[in-house]
């Protein structure tokens, strides 16, 4: 087991080496020089030489991933070794440490994730499983055809028929914005409610496709599993179909989905951009959008580093979890 | 009363391309303490009509028509939480993959336990204590230590003697076995075979014995059935399928049956395939393999009567008596001897 975690870790850091370094390159590819747009559209060539050296972007590519890297790492040579905090730098466009840029709208970004996974997996899990159940049924075609609708309607489609329909026309929800969970600040809403009240439209938005395609994953399992041997096994044994639903068939059917929530929480970090940029959520999508824009490669690059990390550990949770579940992995 | 009477059962599946009989009236029943034998090649009704015995076919789809009187009750009328009742405790079943017959997420013992408190007002610690006490039973090495380990860590005979304690857990009157041997190897098969008998005398419990291999039959049946496309061709003690068998399908199973004291260069095997049981052919269902069809064979199907002199044997041919027993004697002694 311990081996395992440490082929894991050293795994991740070479995941996160490569991540990195790709993001880099790209950002050195595109043909625009960061400097000459931070220092505005009126400066002369020398000024924006100037700003270059202050950003550091004159220094060969190397130099400046190498220090990139030397910031991220928790310890410094410098004067002596001694621990530091690690640190993404600062923002090309307006000088904020992109560690506190990041620590922002993260927390938007994960209210997002995870509440939409929460309603996914409470729509998706009762209609497989009813789907399983009576194959072929009218519970089970229109399920699957409002499947077939949640995987092919794009998210910011629906966002914005939802936002106008469900937040402008009937006025239940807002249309767009975002409320702290936390601490209010002056004279914006905030607290739990107005998290949740906020987050509602954008929730289901992002849930759709999610819970269709898990809707469709559960049904197959249960189906595939209600034919297994061990199962009739049970019922010779005698047990109540609720008995068997329960801990011989849900049991081992829903292993795999475990597997698939880890790997999607990665990919609906990817997805939450659109939802974000439709319902002007403050998270990381948006921001990613609007540093790209203003070619500020730092805060681009510390965004990278957090998804990266962030599904990195959410991987290793999952794999951890999955040995936890599957006595079949645990022991070999 | 015998223990199990099984009466004109019919199982009909409706599929997309019509109704496939599945088992076309079989009776047959089974005494306490008796071992039945049932015979047949894959598809002939054998596991359908002790899936239906137990109420196990799905339930969509499916007609079972007949009776199944166990101690007196008809198990087809039977409500499904008294079938519940009767699964398990009753009646119990050995399943014939042991490598997927047991949920890979759970201990065996766990699997164990939930069989006895399924039926037995205990505490969780006396079906633990019952549950190693059939495992040293069924000769499971290590018992208490292998109760916490989950079947992965066990090998398909170990698998199978597990299934076989939990069948046995609650002391059924009777167990069915389906094919219990046909996935493991030829020395584990001879234990499983074994310790069934032994266990069987043991709890004075009735075996059905569901195999298409004859060897397993010679080793433990007191009364055999043999089974094609649906249908009961013979039925007759133990003693007398083997020396004076009278359908030409027992025969066939006969000389396909290998065996290492004959001198033959090849098995002889049933030319053709099973039939359809869509569309099962007129008259006598096997007569497009039979080597010995006649005219009446194609458009009259066979009755199940007795032999004469023999009422314990039934047969269902219409090859006259005599030449039945010829050529049963001529077969059989090709089969022992290798001369073609």
Known sequence: MIRYIIRRCIWAVALFIVVTMIGFVLFYLIPADPAKFACGKACTQVQVD???????????????????????????????????????????????????????????????????????????????????????????????????????????????????????????????????????????????????????????????????VYVRMIRANVMETMNEDYVRTARAKG??????????????????????????????????????????????????????????????????VFATTAIIVMNLVVDLLYAWIDPRIRLS | MPLLEVKDLKTYFATGDGVVKAVDGVSFSVEKGQTLGIVGESGSGKSVTCLTIMGLNPKQRTTSTGQALFNGEDLLKASPSRLREIRGNDIAMVFQDPMTSLNPVHTIGAQLVEAVLLHRDVSKAQARRRALELLKQVGIPRAERRLDDYPHQFSGGMRQRVMIAMALINDPDLLIADEPTTALDVTTQAQILALIEKLQSDYDSAVIMITHDLGVIAEIADDVIVMYAAEVVEKAPFDRIFKHPHHPYTWGLMGSLPRLDADLERLIQIPGQPPSLLRPPPGCRFHPRCAYVMEICRSKEPRLLPVPDEPTHLQACHLDEETKEREAARLLQTFATGAA
């Open chain 1, 50 to 212: 100037k700003v270059a050296h202050y950003l550091g972007t004159d220094r060969p590519l190397y130099i400046q991933y190498l220090k990139f890297l030397g910031r991220l790492m928790p310890v410094s040579f410098s004067g002596g070794p001694h621990l530091k905090s690690p640190d993404l730098g600062h923002s090309f466009v307006n000088r904020q440490p992109v560690t506190s840029i990041v620590g922002a709208a993260a927390p938007v970004t994960a209210s997002l994730v995870f509440g939409g996974m929460v309603i996914w997996m409470l729509i998706a899990l009762p209609v497989g499983i009813l789907s399983a159940l009576r194959p072929r049924s009218l519970l089970d075609r229109t399920s699957m055809t409002g499947v077939l609708i949640g995987i092919s309607a794009h998210p910011v489609w629906l966002g914005l028929i939802a936002s106008y329909l469900i937040g402008y026309k009937l006025g239940w929800t807002p249309i767009a914005g975002y409320a702290n969970f936390f601490h209010p600040l002056f004279a914006q809403p905030g607290g739990p409610v107005q998290w949740a009240y906020h987050l509602l439209l954008p929730w289901m938005t992002f849930a759709i496709l999610f819970a269709a």
């Open chain 1, 239 to 304: 047990a109540p179909e609720t008995r068997v639903m329960r801990s011989h068939i849900l049991r081992n059917a829903l292993l795999p989905v475990v597997t698939m929530l880890g790997m999607d929480v990665g990919l609906a970090l990817g997805g939450a951009v659109f939802t974000e940029t439709v319902y002007s959520l403050p998270g990381l999508g948006a921001q990613t959008i609007q540093s790209l824009n203003n070619y500020d490669s730092p805060t681009v690059l510390g965004i990278l």
